[in-house]
Nanobody, 115 residues
Framework: QVRLVESGGGLVQAGGSLRLSCAASGITFGLYTMTWYRQASGKQRELVAAISSASTTNYADSVKGRFTISRDNAKNTVYLQMNSLKPEDTAVYFC?????????WGQGTQVTVSS
């Protein structure tokens, strides 16, 4: 059974930092591209950051220079370090694992940034 479990969300003031984690099980983690998405209330889910199996990274323009995605294949975990947080970063953050055929979502973790 595949499971992706996010953690690390919470309430933080603008300018603060959070680190999200997504622990995966049931997949050969090192073969998957891992991604973070977010969905703000009333808005569509959007891609925030991605890291390939070769650790190539990509970011949405809105988070470049503030967020860093990384992975630890030994721990089957992907991270999202979020710095200089803004109120507009408030959303539910989801991790998603992309394989060659199948992809999997986590359940999400709430991030709230107060002004």
């Amino acid at each position: 059974q595949v499971r992706l479990v996010e953690s690390g969300g919470g309430l933080v003031q603008a300018g603060g930092s959070l680190r999200l984690s997504c622990a995966a099980s049931g997949i050969t983690f090192g073969l998957y591209t891992m991604t973070w998405y977010r969905q703000a209330s009333g808005k569509q889910r959007e891609l925030v950051a991605a890291i390939s199996s070769a650790s190539t990274t990509n970011y949405a323009d809105s988070v470049k220079g503030r967020f860093t995605i990384s992975r630890d294949n030994a721990k089957n975990t992907v991270y999202l370090q979020m710095n200089s947080l803004k109120p507009e970063d408030t959303a539910v953050y989801f991790c998603k694992a992309y394989g060659n055929v199948l992809s999997y979502w986590g359940q999400g973790t709430q991030v709230t940034v107060s002004s």
